[in-house]
């Protein structure tokens, strides 16, 4: 009897990662068209479906629940009904996907909810039930094609808890993605038998970001980290920080571990092709290679968009909703350089809500404005990004000062001379192409006065001079600060690394926290006002003036010309 030739099986799998709503081929925000989004992904998708050769497998890498007013909506505003992130995922007939930090974000009840909403399964291995060490979320799923078995284990960033209230994640415990990569490698290779093995990770490639180092337990970015030290893995999907990446690394073993990430908002789909041959139960040849895709090219999906034709038009009636009136334009790019009506709009509203005596916010957008005349839904979107709560939190005098000097510290140049930069620029590889930083991290405070020495080093440039109304300023007194739940959490180090308070110690901090987001209380607040006058309180400044000035001009050229 003639032995049969070993059947080869083609594989392609696509991965989308760190969609933030960007679901339809429309930025509801700024109110105009987008050339890429999933409806363009979903063109490619069944291109590639309709290809006989092949088979296709389509995942997702987490973070969809945050970004564009479509998913805000279905989260917060639309109670009843499936979400439209099930309903389009399962329409598109993903086979798994993993969980991301804003996912997370969106409470239990969002999160639970979608678990029983979605055709595949939700991933998560290290995210584990605090009460019995089991996991939250499916640790694993098993996807066959032709005979091929490939195993899919998803992981989440450990760094949860940094970011986000204790409130949301209830009964959750978050683990390191090395230690469960090494626990679950072994349960998988010996119960599935899989013939590839993928991770999925909401975590990033870079383990040195936030000054980390690959030593470091629990660390936010750790994919690069498994792929090296957990032997197995053939292919991991990257995410969580938005970044191109198609590389190669060697595992302890010297295995070639491909690793892709497809940065964010459906600009890109990372593509996997697989060629694997088998002789029974025996891969007698694999072969993977990886490619980064542009969905620029693609059209929308034309049955995608008639589908969601109602829901589109839904979405543009209620950004489109008039909630006031300014009588001034507001611009971040003005927050990035000193103090700023687009900042100080939300320090008086987080003081007008909490009645604290000092407020810190930092713009969350690097280029964002709010035209004068009639301001509708979408410019909240504009004026606060992320769904955060407010806090109000206790902090001595001390701790407010050293909050304030770990912010300048990475926001603010040492300037020894008028010509030098004010910005702390970040420097690319090649030392040029300067970029800001973690923009995000520009905290200011509102309530106090003082001034922020251009000439003085990190650590010694703050001098706080008394409160804006009045009252006298002192180190060793304790005051309510408002402050938003990612910071007050410790995100950006502001209260760890610059007030000194241990991350265990910031709850006993919180004095209250808001029910409702952020964005949602200033949109009431300002809803209630109807008509508003934002401008820069000038409680506080840079100086000397002349390097302020000739600083900010330089650098706003780089920045934005």
Request: aromatic share 10%.
């Amino acid at each position: 009897m003639e032995q049969q030739t070993p059947e080869v099986v083609r594989i392609k799998i696509i991965a989308t990662g760190d969609v933030h709503g960007a679901i339809f081929p429309y930025d509801f925000i700024e109110n105009e068209p987008l050339n890429t989004s999933l409806a363009q992904v979903y063109t490619y998708i069944k291109e590639q479906r309709a290809v006989d050769s092949q088979e296709v497998v389509l995942l997702d890498n987490g973070d969809f629940l945050q970004g564009q007013p479509v998913v805000y909506y279905s989260n917060y505003e639309k109670h009843d009904g499936q979400h439209i992130c099930a309903d389009v995922m399962n329409f598109m007939g993903y086979d798994a996907a993993s969980i991301g930090n804003h996912d997370i974000e969106t409470g239990h009840e969002v999160y639970d909810k979608l678990v029983k909403e979605f055709n595949f399964p939700w991933l998560a291995a290290n995210a584990v039930r605090k009460d019995n060490g089991e996991p939250y979320f499916q640790p694993y799923t098993i996807i066959e094609r032709k005979g091929v078995r490939i195993a899919v284990m998803g992981m989440i960033t450990p760094s949860i808890p940094t970011w986000l209230p204790e409130n949301i994640w209830s009964g959750i415990e978050f683990k390191d993605m090395v230690e469960t990569a090494k626990k679950w490698i072994p349960i998988i290779k010996e119960k599935e038998k899989p013939d590839i093995i993928v991770g999925l990770f909401h975590s990033g490639v870079d383990n040195s970001y936030n000054n980390r180092s690959d030593q470091d337990y629990m660390n936010e970015n750790a994919t690069s980290l498994v792929a090296q030290q957990v032997p197995g893995f053939d292919l991991i999907f990257a995410g969580h920080d938005h970044q191109d990446i198609n590389m190669v690394v060697r595992n302890c073993e010297g295995q070639r571990v491909i690793i892709l990430d497809p940065k964010n908002c459906a600009k890109l789909a990372a593509v996997a092709s697989i060629q694997i041959k088998k002789d029974g139960d025996k891969v007698i040849d694999k072969r993977i290679t990886g490619l980064i895709m542009e969905m620029n090219s693609c059209e929308p999906e034309r049955e995608m968009m008639r589908r969601y034709r109602n829901y589109i038009n839904m979405i543009k009636e209620y950004v489109s909703k008039p909630i006031a009136k300014f009588n001034r334009t507001i611009s971040s790019r003005d927050a990035l350089f000193g103090n700023s009506a687009f900042v100080d709009l939300i320090h008086s509203i987080q003081l007008a809500e909490t009645g604290a005596d000092i407020s810190f916010a930092a713009p969350l957008t690097f280029d964002s404005k709010i035209s004068k005349g009639t301001v509708c839904v979408r410019d909240m979107f504009k004026l606060y990004k992320f769904e955060n709560l407010l806090y109000t939190m206790k902090l001595t005098g001390q701790e407010v000062l050293n909050y304030l000097e770990y912010s300048y510290s990475w926001w603010f140049n040492e300037m020894s001379d008028k010509k030098d930069h004010l910005v702390l620029f970040d420097v690319d590889e090649k030392g040029n192409n300067r970029t800001a930083g973690k923009f995000y991290n520009y905290s200011s405070a509102s309530g106090i006065n003082y001034t922020v020495d251009l000439c003085k080093p990190a650590g010694e440039k703050i001098t706080i001079t008394g409160f804006t109304d009045g009252r006298e300023f002192r180190l060793d007194d304790t005051y309510i600060v408002a402050i938003n739940s990612y910071r007050g959490n410790g995100g950006g180090g502001h209260l760890t690394e610059g007030a000194k308070i241990k991350h265990d110690d910031l709850l006993d901090r919180i004095v209250s926290s808001s029910v409702k987001d952020l964005r949602y209380i200033i949109m009431k607040h300002i809803e209630e006002k109807r008509v508003v006058t934002p401008c820069a309180s000038g409680n506080w400044k840079a100086v000397p003036q002349e390097f302020w000035t000739r600083g900010r001009k330089k650098d706003y050229q780089i920045m934005y010309d």
